[in-house]
C-alpha cells in the first residue's frame, strides 16, 4: 500500500474527477461564507438561473465590514451596510445558515467555526477569505478561493483546483518563556520569506507542535497564507479530540464514536514523501515583531533591524522602500520606539487564549496614556467568556475598552482604522501598506508582545513582565 502524507489521504478522497494535464474536481465538505465575496457569486447564479446545490453545507456569518461598537445601530457605511443586507437577503431566499449582525453566535467565520465543532479532521473546506487554512489546525485541507470558485461551490459543492505541492516543518524542542505560537509562525516565516511556501501546502510537525493547544495551533495556520503557502494542516490527535467533544455540531453517541476511529487514522505515514522538508528548533524562537510591509520582514523583539548588507542585492530596492514607508532605518532596534496603537484581535488572535494571555500581562497595571487599545473578541462566544471570567474587570481596571466581535482593525474595511502615519502594534495576520488603514504603519506580534507596548507605551520585550503561572492562561 502506498505511504501517503495527511494532506494526500484527504484530497484524494475528495477527488470526484482527474482532468488529464489539468485541475482536479474536488468535493468540498464545508463552506463558510461573509458579506465581502460572496454578494457577486449569488448575482451570477440568480443570472444563470441556479440554486445552492447543498445549502446545509454551508455557514455564514457577517464580520469583515461590521462595526465593534453600536452594532445595534446601523452600520454607518452604506456600502458595508448593503453588503450586510445582501448577505442576510441571499442566506434567506436559498436557506442557507447565517449567524449575522447580533446573532448570538455571530463573530469572524474563522472563530465561530471551530468553537461551534463545524470544522472537523479529514473536511475539505473552503471559505472566500485566504484565511481559511486556519481550520487546517483540526486535520482537515482547508483553504481561501477567490469569487468566481465561491459561485462553483454553491451551485456544485465543487471546485476545480490543482493539487499543490507538499511541504513538512518541523518544529521541535521546548519553547522559551514568553514565546507564543505567533512568534513561531513570525519566525519560521522571517526565516523562509513571504514567498517561502509558494505552491506548497504545508503540514506542521513536530513536539512543540504537538504540546500546543488548539487555538495556538489555529494561530499557525492561519499565517500560513502569509508565506505564500496554498494552507497549512496539523494531524488531529487527542488535544484536537478533547477540543471538539460536545460542541455543538460534533458528532454525539455512536457517531462520535465511528468519527473518532476515522480521525486517528488522519497522519502522515512514517515513510510518506514530501517535496519539501524543513525543520526548526523553537529553543532558537524568541518574541517576534515585524518592522516592515510584508510578514516575512520579522526580527525577535530584542534585536535590529537588518543592515542593507544583510539584505540580498535584488531585494534591496523593495526593503529600502519599506522601511522608508514605516520610517525605520537598517540596522535600528525597535526597542523603546514609541507606539500610538494596540490591537488585540482577528481570526489570527481574537480568541479567548489570546484575550487570557494579554490580561495576564496587564493585571495590576495601566495601559499608557499615549497608546489607544482595540480589544476585539473574534466571537459573541469569546465574549461572553471574556466577562464570565472576570477578564473584563481586569481589562477595565487597567484602563483598556473591549469591543464587540468583527474583523475589526485587521483590515481597512470598517469604521476600526488606524490613522495615517500611526505605529500600530497589531495582533493580527498582515503588515501591508494601508492594511490597517491608508498610510497606516502596523507591526506584527503576539497578544503578550502587545500587552507589553499597551502598558509601556513602546515597543517593550514582554518578558521583562511575565511572572508564573503563564500557562494557566495559554
Known sequence: MEAKTLFD?????HVIEKIDDGPDVLYIDQHFIHEVTSPQAFSSLEKRGLSVYKPENTIAAADHNIPTINQNLPIKDEVSRHQV??????????????????????GIIHVIGPEMGITQPGKTIVCGDSHTSTHGAFGSVAFGIGTSEVEMVLASQCILQPKPKKM???????????????????HIISKISASGGTGYFIEYAGSAIQ?????????????SIEMGARGGIIAPDETTFAYLKDREFSPSG??????????????????????RELTFNSEEIEPMITYGTNPGMGISVNSSIPAISEIEKNHRTSFRKSLDYMGFKPGYSLLGHPVDYVFV????????????AFTHLVKGKKKADNVIAW??????QVEKQVKEEGLFEILEKAGFELRQPGCSACLAM???????GKLSVSTSNRNFEGRQGPGARTLLASPLTAAAAAITGKITDPRDFLIPPLRKWL
Do not use: Q
Open 9 to 13: 489521504k484527504i484530497w484524494d478522497a
Open 414 to 420: 470598517n469604521d476600526d482604522k488606524i490613522p495615517s
Open 375 to 380: 480589544i476585539v473578541p473574534g466571537s459573541k
Open 254 to 275: 455512536n457517531d462520535w464514536d465511528t468519527a473518532l476511529k476515522d480521525w486517528k487514522l488522519l497522519y502522515s505515514d512514517d515513510t510518506a514523501l514530501f517535496d
Open 85 to 106: 443586507e445582501k448577505l442576510t437577503e441571499n442566506c434567506n431566499k436559498y436557506g442557507i445558515t447565517l449567524y449575522g449582525l447580533n446573532h448570538s453566535k455571530n
Open 211 to 223: 504540546h500546543l493547544s488548539m487555538e495556538a495551533r489555529m494561530t499557525i495556520c492561519n499565517m
Open 168 to 186: 513538512r516543518i518541523n518544529i521541535d524542542g521546548i519553547l522559551n518563556k514568553g514565546v507564543t505560537s505567533k512568534d513561531i509562525i513570525l
Open 345 to 356: 484581535g482577528s481570526c489570527t488572535n481574537g480568541r479567548i487564549e489570546d484575550i487570557r
